[in-house]
């Protein structure tokens, strides 16, 4: 059984694969996912935005983002929550 994302979207998913394991990488790429560049996007549909998020949620959970001293000290705290409106 193949997910939403691999039926639908097999070219996110090579992106995906490409990235994964690379913390700057996969944001890059979820920006990228996330943020229209072209002014004509529609957005994802619901199932296969659910899935990027678990992909997301899944990836920092694998591969936290290992940060220095320094970039500690301005830090806030992120609400990285999803709020559907």
């Not at 943020?35 to 935005?49: A, E």
């Not at 983002?65 to 709020?83: A, G, N, Q, W, Y």
Request: glycine share 4%; proline share 5%; no cysteine.
């Amino acid at each position: 059984m193949i997910s939403i994302l691999e039926s639908r979207f097999g070219h996110i998913v090579e992106r995906l694969h490409a990235a994964w394991g690379d913390p700057v990488a996969i944001q890059d790429l979820f920006d990228d996912l996330v943020f229209d560049k072209r002014g004509n996007r529609n957005g994802w549909p619901t199932d296969v935005w659910e899935e990027l998020q678990f992909l997301q949620k899944l990836h920092k959970l694998a591969y936290p983002l290992v940060k220095s001293k320094s970039d500690d000290e301005d830090d806030e705290p992120l609400d990285d929550t999803i709020k559907w409106v």
